[in-house]
Every structure is written in structure tokens, then in C-alpha cells.
């Protein structure tokens, strides 16, 4: 995995990433859940954002939540700890290279990973290797280029390129969420199926304005300011007037929208 994490590893973004989590967990974990018995996969858990969910809604699960980072494992393990649950394990490892026998996991459960991976479809057949006969695989990917919102601003649009282009530049996809289709079938799944998953938000929904318009998305843009002015991708007063004007959105009269994809499949 390229260690060149464009969302960062500091306290901010553990809490932004939290706060993702938070703002869309029934979107993303609604129709997840494994049976008593089974052993599941965590493929690239970060900071634990959605291992407690994970193991809350599988209690008769057993789950091995794995990741590159020592410091991210450290905050699942004290975010799965604090919840109560005991249906967990951390192991340190990188996703190329998981230290796990071949066939055997019941499920594999990816969700946030394959974005910032430089090769999705080698991390994806690898995880097939791990998964037993008729093994399932649930992939959950965002797609930054599915962002529209009102009132429109172009300054916005061009700052959310710039972190586009920085993840691009750090060997990742913001926009992979559109490819899991042919992702999935290309590492040989079988029975592929995929939905989106749009977070639709207006000031209706106070809990989306704050927990995802403002916390997660605008956020996460907000906080590649430094590195896409030094990189000479936007000057600062177009990038500035683009946070300006996604924090706009979550006015009384806002609306934002983006869409998370969604892939199942089996293995052969």
C-alpha cells in the first residue's frame, strides 16, 4: 500500500473519519451482517470507524480487523474496546501481504480501502485467496466526482478536483467507487451486484448537515489546502472561496449530495 495517505493519520482526521461513520451508518452497514460462526475479514480497518458497527451487528461473528498502520490499529482497538465488544482481533499487515492462510475466512468486509490502494484489483484477488469456497466479499467505496449541490459554485468543484488530483498523485482513486463493478468481476467474483448509496442532505436532516456536509466531506477538503497551493494546483483565494461556498450548502436553504457504492460478491 502506498503510505503516502493524502487523508492524513492525525487526531483531525481520526475524528473526521468518525464522524463519517457516524453520519452514515445505516446507509453503509443497513444490509451487512454475518452469521453466528462465522469468521470474517476486516480488510484495511484505519482507525476502527466502522469495526464497532461491524462487530455490533454480527455478534456471533468473529472478526480479524487488519491494517498497515500501528497507530490507526491502536484506535480500533481502543474504539472496539470502549464499545464492549469482544468479537474482535487486530493484526498489523499490509493488504498485499496478509499473514492469513488461503481459504480461510467466510467473509471479507472492505469498506474506505480500495481508494487509496495503487493496485484495487491485485488487493481485491488477493482477499479471494483468503475467502473459503462460496465466500462472500462486501466492498464499500465513495466516488467524489458523484458531488452536486446547491447553490452551485465552480471554486467548489475546483477544490474538490484538487483533492482528486493529490490522491490521484499518491497512487489512489477518489472515483473509484464507479469501477467496483468491473473490479470485482475482473478478481473473479461471481454473482457481482452493486447498489448506490446517496446521502442526500438538506436542513431537514440536522444530524447529515453537521455530521456529513460539514464534518466529513467539506472537511476532508478543507484539509488538503496546503498541500494543493504548494503544489501549485489552485491559488488561495479560489480554493478558500470553494470551502466558502461548500460550507454554503449547509445553509437553511443547502443541498448536498454524494454517492457511496456498494459491491457484493461470491467466490467461485
Not at 154 to 181: H, K, M, S
Amino acid at each position: 500500500m502506498n503510505r503516502d495517505y493524502v487523508h492524513g493519520y492525525d487526531e483531525r482526521a481520526n475524528t473526521r473519519l468518525q464522524d463519517q461513520a457516524d453520519a452514515v451508518v445505516e446507509l453503509v452497514h443497513s444490509d451487512t451482517a454475518y452469521p453466528e460462526g462465522s469468521l470474517v475479514l476486516e480488510a484495511g480497518c484505519g482507525v476502527g470507524a466502522q469495526t464497532a458497527t461491524l462487530a455490533r451487528n454480527s455478534p456471533g461473528a468473529r472478526i480479524v480487523s487488519a491494517d498497515i498502520s500501528a497507530e490507526s490499529l491502536a484506535a480500533a482497538k481502543a474504539k472496539v474496546e470502549a464499545a464492549g465488544l469482544a468479537n474482535v482481533r487486530f493484526q498489523q499487515a499490509d493488504v498485499y501481504a496478509l499473514p492469513f492462510e488461503r481459504e480461510s475466512f467466510d467473509h471479507v468486509f472492505v469498506c474506505f480501502l480500495l481508494e487509496h490502494l495503487s493496485r484495487p484489483l491485485e488487493a481485491l484477488a488477493r482477499l479471494k485467496d483468503l475467502l473459503k469456497p462460496g465466500g462472500t466479499i462486501t466492498v464499500v467505496e465513495g466516488d467524489h466526482g458523484s458531488t452536486y449541490f446547491h447553490p452551485d459554485s465552480e471554486a467548489a468543484y475546483a477544490a474538490i478536483r484538487c483533492q482528486v488530483d493529490l490522491q490521484r498523485a499518491a497512487g489512489g482513486n477518489a472515483n473509484i467507487g464507479r469501477e467496483l463493478y468491473p473490479l470485482v468481476v475482473q478478481a473473479g467474483f461471481r454473482a457481482v451486484r452493486v447498489s448506490p448509496r446517496m446521502v442526500y442532505v438538506d436542513s431537514s436532516k440536522p444530524r447529515l448537515v453537521y455530521g456529513f456536509t460539514r464534518k466529513t466531506f467539506t472537511a476532508m477538503i478543507e484539509g488538503v489546502r496546503e498541500a494543493a497551493i504548494k503544489a501549485g494546483m489552485i491559488e488561495p483565494e479560489r480554493f478558500d472561496a470553494g470551502i466558502r461556498a461548500l460550507y454554503r450548502t449547509a445553509e437553511e436553504d443547502g443541498v448536498f449530495c454524494y454517492t457511496f457504492f456498494k459491491a457484493f460478491g461470491e467466490k467461485k
